[in-house]
């Protein structure tokens, strides 16, 4: 299990500078830079020598040379072009926000959307499965920001019963958890009811109920742990979305995030904070696809086997 786990942290090394490489080629190549940014309305000539001392004139693999050595040996990110404060002190100090968000939006997904999913699949063609797959359906297809606007509009204009955006108690957690979630919810309740239709009729399954078990027994200690794997990783990857804020979202309600936070940079064309805030959040994606990569390790008896194996082996 320790090799799988270095293997997996040896791997995460070539995706940062992958997705740094790509992000940095991909403003590189954007109409405008950061010169032109910082100059406003100024004459061309004072844009250009402003190019000139930013060494924004110089060839593009240098620009990228220096950019990889100052994030990947310096450990710096620079400072945004517009409010000129550090880019990692202000992400680590808009992590927490997007960390709860993102914490309570996969913990009511999971908590949510398994119990939905082992239902359809045991009411399998009858109207518990109809309505959780009609249920599913509707919320993969919605997008979060328009599920945000449409709370807002009920339950802060309308009813007067949430306030519409901004930092304070529990009340103002609930809408942007509830936009950020069903999604989540309708993923994994998909999931589960395809990884348990397809476990129940397994050969253990059968076994399990020939020894006279009750269903829940059958259901929670045989069917669904073989039926997580799946479903590890499908939390995993929209936990590491939901880290992100749904970025929109966040902006909705105002919450002081991540995902405000760089949608906010793309609206000042603050490239240099645009560049920081992807590539710190690929760092955390990658990371909690990893925990998802071990959780799914744990549980799946294959994994330990193959890295017990070539242990004995040697």
């Not at 250009?48 to 004139?57: A, C, K, T, Y």
């Not at 620079?78 to 992590?95: C, P, Q, Y």
């Not at 797959?133 to 599920?147: D, I, N």
């Not at 955006?165 to 809408?175: A, N, S």
């Amino acid at each position: 299990m320790i090799r799988y786990v270095f293997r997996r942290l040896a791997l995460m090394i070539p995706i940062i500078i992958g997705v740094t490489v790509l992000v940095f080629t991909i403003i590189w190549f954007t109409p405008g830079d950061a010169a032109e940014v910082l100059a406003g309305n100024a004459p061309r000539e004072q844009v250009e020598e402003l190019r000139r001392l930013m060494g924004l004139d110089r060839p593009y693999i240098v620009q990228l040379g220096d950019y990889l050595y100052n994030v990947f040996i310096r450990h710096d990110f620079g400072k945004a072009l517009v409010n000129k404060t550090s880019i990692s002190a202000d992400i680590v100090m808009r992590f927490p926000k997007s960390l709860i968000f993102a914490v309570f939006g996969i913990l009511i997904s999971v908590f949510a959307g398994i119990p939905l999913g082992v239902y359809a699949a045991l009411h399998q063609n009858k109207t518990g499965d109809s309505l959780a797959t009609a249920f599913s359906l509707l919320f993969v297809s919605t997008p979060g920001f328009w599920l945000a606007l449409m709370l807002v509009l009920l339950f802060a204009y309308r009813l007067g019963w949430l306030p519409p955006y901004g930092m304070g108690g529990v009340e103002y957690w609930i809408m942007p958890v509830l936009a950020n979630c069903f999604h989540g919810v309708a993923i994994i309740t998909r999931q589960t009811r395809s990884s348990m239709l397809e476990v129940i009729r397994s050969d253990f399954v059968v076994m399990a109920r020939s020894k006279g078990l009750s269903e829940g027994e059958v259901i929670v200690r045989h069917a669904l742990p073989n039926a997580l794997i799946p479903i590890i990783a499908v939390a995993g990857m929209n936990f590491g979305g939901m880290l992100g804020g749904g970025l929109i979202i966040e902006k909705v309600f105002s919450i002081p995030g991540i995902g405000n936070y760089l949608v906010t940079a793309v609206g000042q064309r603050d490239f240099t904070a645009v560049m920081g805030g992807v590539i710190i959040t690929s760092l955390f994606f990658s990371l909690v696809m990893l925990a998802a990569d071990l959780g799914m390790a744990f549980v799946d008896p294959r994994v330990k086997e193959q890295y017990s194996t070539a242990r004995r082996r040697k």
